[in-house]
């Protein structure tokens, strides 16, 4: 297993990091919408980027939910950190991960122009995230492994779920950041 920290810092960084990322999804309103739709030559516009991680993250949605309600109570000091290839998994789709990596053919948004709903759904999402890292608190988070909605034969901890969303957003939006202020 990777680095572990504690159960409570953890949960309080990504926290912090979903937080952040609900406030720049917010600031790119003021961008408009002609400029969010924006064709971004070999990229999605703005908004597909962000169509694109509700695409992803919403099956994760009821899983992540479910999982957290039952899962056994812990110590916030309880180490937690994520298996190897886990790790590499969302280290790949995270924002640090390789330039490009071909997404699943259901999770291409199509090039239709989109309305600022598309920003709203992403932030049900970022909201859905921040309720489930709350609600994790005091949750063993670690010892039981889930189906993942993308990848049937790939199951993830909790923690490794939420990680991966977490990450596979911050990408996006920095994706997104960057096509709208081009």
């Keep these: 297993m990777a680095k572990q920290v504690e159960l409570a810092t953890w949960l309080r960084e990504q926290t912090e990091a979903v937080e952040s990322m609900r406030s720049r999804a917010t600031a790119l309103r003021t961008a ?27 099956p994760y949605e009821p899983v992540l939910t479910a999982g957290i309600a039952e899962a056994p109570v812990t110590a916030p000091d309880a180490p937690v950190g994520y298996r190897a290839f886990a790790g590499g998994m969302i280290w790949a789709s995270g924002a640090d991960g390789p330039a490009w990596i071909p997404p699943p053919p259901q999770a291409v948004p199509d090039t239709s122009a989109r309305t600022l709903a598309t920003l709203d759904e992403f932030d049900a ?20 492994r889930y ?24 990408r996006h939006l920095r994706q997104a950041e960057r096509a709208a202020s081009r």
């Design 32 to 58: 408009g919408l002609d400029r969010l739709n924006a064709p971004v030559p070999g990229h999605w516009s703005a908004l597909g980027c962000l169509e694109h991680v509700t695409i992803i993250g919403r």
């Design 125 to 144: 999402h970022l909201a859905h995230l921040r309720n489930c890292l709350s609600a994790a608190a005091n949750r063993d988070l670690t010892s039981r």
């Design 147 to 170: 189906p993942t909605p993308s990848v049937k034969l790939l199951r993830l901890t909790l923690i490794e779920m939420l990680g991966l969303l977490i990450g596979h957003a911050e």
